[in-house]
């Protein structure tokens, strides 16, 4: 019965948008992540199928108990699935006596279909919210062109231009030829799903980059001002690393690092293509840069977004039971690494405001990265808030969790995301630079005059959301 309730509450968390099936599956606690997972999704893919058998048998008139997700993911297994594997404890015997009725209404609703098979229930159109339902976001290059000079181009060619959307419920309604801008992002328009932009002479120039719009996310949050000197410690493919260009106007430096010789050759293609001339690539491990080195002596900014298991990206369909879900020892490779390169970034000397980021669900790469690196380095570091209508927030296992930021098709209408943005906590002038790096130092509390200046600071990064 375990299975079953956990099944229901992972249902009842997707529906209220506390967050993805992947995210709440890992959190959950429940052993078997994958035989929950499948559950879960199997039921979510025939919900519309099982509400309609629910409503015509009458079930939960009849069983007042019986809540609608718990009563949903039971008769998933008692019409659909394998029986129950679960055990169905006190509810086995319920859904015997009204097992002839859902038959009954399963068989009068192929009839009334038209369609044989269970399968055919199913709707031509994914389920909203479903990855295959997340629109097309495209980010207009402003190394090459402007955001008006696009949209009259997609004008032009017999497409209609519907404005800056005021939610996600625009987003959603989005179909054939319309397009919108992003209420977020300046640069972002937003396209139907499934819209095909790669023959497009524009994306084949670099007038504009087909970018999910929780990838856009970081370096915007990363906010580094034009001249900066900013790293990006795992760069490749290069989409964030053109965007931090364009936000950077082609002034100040970008060191982008990383070790696979394939994906930099790729991404040295997209940088150019994009008009980017302010990036220095390098072959090497961002683990093996001395923070030391005087070449990265005015570095304030650092984009840290490593290999992650990818169980928030798009490709790997929700629907699919089991796709992408890391096997335990995996999520402990990648979280190691994960939690080393966050620690090493935290170490450069000049460093005032980074972003963490992976396109993963799981906690472990995600608020656990994060905290471990932010316990390496007691007072010295905070969580910043940012954002504050995104409505997707990181997990309560961390202090400050609700400053961070989560993405999913279901809840932003975008691939599955996290993001952290930490800054330095400011020190009083008297204390000197090497003091300013020992954690045993930054414990101590500012003067007022230094915590009404971080609280300014606060109220500006918030403003990003507005």
Not at 41 to 47: A, F, I, L
Not at 193 to 216: M, N, R, V, W
Request: hydrophobic fraction near 40%; glycine fraction near 8%.
């Amino acid at each position: 019965m375990a299975l079953y309730a956990a099944a229901a509450a992972v249902l009842a968390g997707v529906e209220s948008r506390q967050g993805s099936i992947k995210g709440l599956v890992y959190s959950s606690g429940f052993q078997n992540v994958k035989q929950l997972y499948a559950l879960v999704c199997e039921t979510q893919r025939y919900s519309a199928v099982l509400d309609a058998v629910i409503a015509s048998a009458g079930l939960l008139r009849a069983e007042k108990k019986l809540r609608p997700h718990l009563a949903k993911v039971l008769v998933y297994e008692l019409l659909l699935g394998k029986g129950f594997r679960g055990g169905g404890g006190r509810w086995k015997p319920v859904l015997g006596r009204h097992q002839a009725r859902l038959k009954a209404e399963l068989a009068r609703l192929k009839v009334h279909r038209g369609v044989s098979r269970n399968e055919d229930l199913l709707e031509v159109e994914s389920r909203p919210g479903s990855a295959s339902q997340v629109p097309r976001f495209v980010r207009v290059n402003t190394l090459k062109t402007c955001c008006d000079d696009v949209v009259d181009y997609f004008k032009r060619q017999g497409f209609s231009y519907q404005g800056r959307a005021s939610s996600l419920d625009d987003l959603r309604a989005l179909k054939g030829k319309h397009f919108l801008l992003d209420p977020l992002l300046p640069e972002l328009l937003v396209f139907p799903a499934q819209t095909d932009l790669h023959e497009h002479p524009l994306y084949q120039a670099g007038h504009f980059i087909l970018q999910d719009k929780a990838s856009c996310l970081p370096a915007m949050l990363l906010a580094a001002p034009p001249g900066s000197h900013v790293i990006d410690a795992c760069a490749a493919p290069g989409n964030k690393t053109s965007h931090l260009a364009a936000l950077l106007k082609n002034q100040g430096k970008i060191f982008a690092f990383d070790l696979d010789a394939k994906r930099l050759a790729s991404m040295a293609t997209l940088l150019a293509r994009a008009g980017v001339s302010c990036c220095e690539l390098a072959k090497e491990d961002f683990l093996a840069v001395s923070p030391s080195d005087p070449r990265y002596r005015q570095v304030r900014y650092i984009l840290l977004d490593p290999s992650c298991s990818g169980s928030g990206m798009l490709t790997r369909q929700l629907e699919e039971p089991g796709a992408g879900t890391p096997s335990k020892e995996r999520l402990r490779a990648l979280a190691g690494f994960q939690q080393r390169a966050l620690r090493h970034a935290l170490t450069f000397p000049s460093l005032q405001r980074l972003v963490y980021s992976t396109c993963s669900l799981c906690q472990e790469e995600n608020e656990d990265v994060v905290r471990d690196a932010l316990q390496q380095h007691p007072g010295a570091f905070r969580l910043v808030p940012v954002l504050p209508s995104w409505p997707h927030r990181g997990l309560s296992t961390l202090p400050g969790a609700e400053h961070c930021l989560r993405a999913s098709p279901e809840t932003t209408l975008t691939g599955g995301f996290f993001i952290a943005v930490i800054e330095r906590v400011e020190v009083p002038s008297s204390v000197s630079q090497a003091e300013a790096l020992a954690p045993a130092l930054t414990t101590s509390p500012a003067p007022k005059r230094k915590k009404r200046r971080r609280k300014a600071a606060a109220g500006a990064s918030t403003s990003l959301g507005t």
